[in-house]
């Protein structure tokens, strides 16, 4: 699958703002069944860029004097689907057995995961998954990007970021090592307006397998990757600090087109589901 991808993030002060530095992990590479067939990041402030630790592609933004706005443009052509390469790791699997903040287990996420035992088949990451999603439900409103898993459990309510930190710890309080992932979600109606999370979790034998919580599924051809991590602020597409500003409004959204894909596709991947139903 080929997409065309178009992610803009627009900050609005009522003050002028004196200093901005900002990290974007809003560049995806090659890997995991993906290749970058184009990309690139316009702002309105000066980039550099660095690998972090995980290996994202960073860059970080530093915009001086006075400003009243901030506007991310990051967008390109990602093709997916391809035929998985084994990938050198860049950093000892027992780190992704660390546990943070927002992914630590408490002893209600202990208690949860107990009867799961070992985690060693995919079909016992789904059991997993499902059984997060069963508890927790995808509702927005409800959490923020300070919650923690122990939060978002208790309170029975999350998004996709919450699911993610859930799986993580469930999955290192059992030994098995998983990593917060960002990225893309291509869907047919369109009605993807931000960035997406799952998980990596690591099987022996296998390798990394990719968990979508929140849509009950493994990710797919469908998804395209951008940053990996311990928890979502190592692998936030935005972050940042600033000085000066007053009151701050931001604006995103994140527009993900299939090409060649277009309305008569739609229609007759309608009429073939209606038939089989």
């Given amino acids: 699958m080929q997409f065309s991808i178009q992610h803009t993030t627009e900050y609005s002060y009522s003050q002028p703002l004196n200093y901005s530095i900002q990290q974007l992990r809003l560049t995806p590479q090659d890997g995991f069944g993906q290749r970058v067939r184009s990309w690139s990041i316009s702002v309105n402030g000066q980039l550099s860029q660095h690998q972090d630790t995980y290996g994202n592609l960073v860059h970080t933004m530093v915009l001086d004097g006075n400003h009243t706005d901030i506007k991310l443009i990051a967008k390109g052509e990602v093709e997916t689907g391809l035929a998985m390469t084994a990938t050198q790791e860049k950093l000892p699997l027992t780190i992704y057995l660390r546990n943070t903040s ?66 993580i710890a469930c999955c290192r309080n059992l030994g098995v090592p998983a990593r917060y992932v960002s990225g893309y979600l291509f869907t047919d109606d369109g009605h993807l307006s931000e960035s997406h999370a799952w998980v990596d979790a690591w099987l022996p034998e296998i390798g990394w397998v990719s968990v979508d919580v929140s849509n009950r599924c493994l990710a797919n051809a469908s998804y395209v990757r951008l940053a990996t991590g311990l928890d979502y602020h190592d692998a936030c597409p935005v972050s940042g600090l600033r000085v000066g500003g007053g009151m701050e409004t931001m604006q995103v959204g994140v527009k993900v087109w299939q090409l060649g894909w277009d309305e008569n596709n739609r229609q007759l991947k309608k009429q073939i589901e209606q038939t089989q139903q």
């Fill in 102 to 167: 927002l992914s630590a287990a408490d002893t209600q996420i202990k208690a949860f995961t107990e009867p799961f035992g070992l985690l060693i088949t995919i079909a016992d990451l789904e059991k997993l998954s499902a059984s997060i999603i069963d508890q927790v439900p995808y509702v927005k409103g409800g959490t923020g990007v300070y919650t923690t898993a122990a939060q978002a459990f208790a309170a029975k309510t999350g998004v996709c970021q919450d699911h993610a930190h859930i799986f």
